[in-house]
């Protein structure tokens, strides 16, 4: 039987940072007894949603609809939705704005699939269809899609040019994409990422720039907005390590010991490479040509 290493890599990096998760169904009993209700639970990042937690989601979700019309995001597609954290609490905003999109995970490591249908049951949220998928391959018909978004999964795209590439295929006439690239992205001439760095985020698919703006602009889209999420990133990381560390046990209780300090150190040496200008984080917007 062939193996794809891609999964491999992601499906190990990510079971030894996310081990309990697995274990979802007891954790999250565990987290909200401890914080009080599902709400704060949520907020505070537990339904794992990459580096930025909510507010990257939410950052994303005000793009998509600053970008469209309300009754143009009928269907929205997350590219490497993980566990789904990203992706169901899209569709909370969504909805609290009255917009009830249909939603689709594509995730390339199928285990990941069947931990975020185990976590959409447990929280009484099976909305988004999740499909065990490339990215670079998307099984979904062209011209189907409103709306494409990547919450942080760009920087562990084997191949960026392939995945716009599709997104240009798959969305109709106007559609929009929005990504946010956390921690691959590199300015030219900027100083060297440290070990500790490389060491939280194994496996990146890095570019400058520059690189970046050719990859989506190539694929066919034209991008409205190309920025640096720098500042806000680097305080954003920052208070999330602060939280995790207030949560203390019940982050313990719901990651393990081991691996919350290591998701606490995944934070700040982001944090820590956005201010030195080593990495450079961006929101990109860009839209399918009309024709």
């Given amino acids: 039987m062939t193996t794809n290493p891609e999964i491999e890599r992601q499906a190990a990096y990510h079971a030894e940072l996310f081990t309990n998760l697995s274990r979802w169904d007891e954790v999250w009993k565990a987290a909200v007894d401890v914080i009080g209700d599902q709400e704060s639970a949520v907020e505070l990042g537990l339904d794992q949603l990459g580096l930025f937690g909510p507010r990257g989601v939410s950052l994303v979700v005000e793009r998509l609809i600053a970008n469209t019309t309300g009754e143009s995001l009928a269907c929205i597609v997350e590219l490497g939705s993980g566990f789904g954290g990203a992706l169901r609490h899209a569709g909370r905003i969504l909805r609290s704005s009255g917009l009830h999109a249909q939603l689709i995970g594509v995730e390339i490591v199928p285990s990941h699939c069947e931990v975020a249908r185990t976590i959409g049951r447990a929280l009484g949220d099976e909305t988004a269809v999740i499909l065990a998928a490339d990215a670079g391959h998307l099984p979904i018909p062209s011209t189907s899609i409103d709306a494409a978004f990547a919450a942080g999964s760009a920087s562990y795209f084997s191949s960026v040019s392939d995945v716009v590439s599709e997104c240009h295929r798959v969305l109709r006439p106007g559609g929009v994409l929005v990504m946010i690239d956390e921690v691959s992205l590199r300015p030219h001439g900027a100083p060297p990422v440290t070990e500790v760095f490389l060491a939280h985020h194994p496996y990146l698919h890095t ?48 990651y393990g010991a081991d691996a919350t300090e290591r998701i606490i150190s995944a934070l700040t040496s982001a944090a820590y490479e956005y201010g030195r200008g080593s990495i450079q984080p961006m929101v990109i917007v860009a839209h399918r040509s009309s024709d």
């Fill in 207 to 254: 570019a400058t720039l520059e690189e970046r703006r050719i990859q989506v602009e190539t694929a066919g889209f034209r991008i409205v907005e190309f920025e640096s999420l720098a500042a806000w990133g680097e305080a954003l990381l920052r208070q999330r390590a602060q939280a995790m560390r207030f949560l203390g046990a019940c982050a313990h209780r719901v």
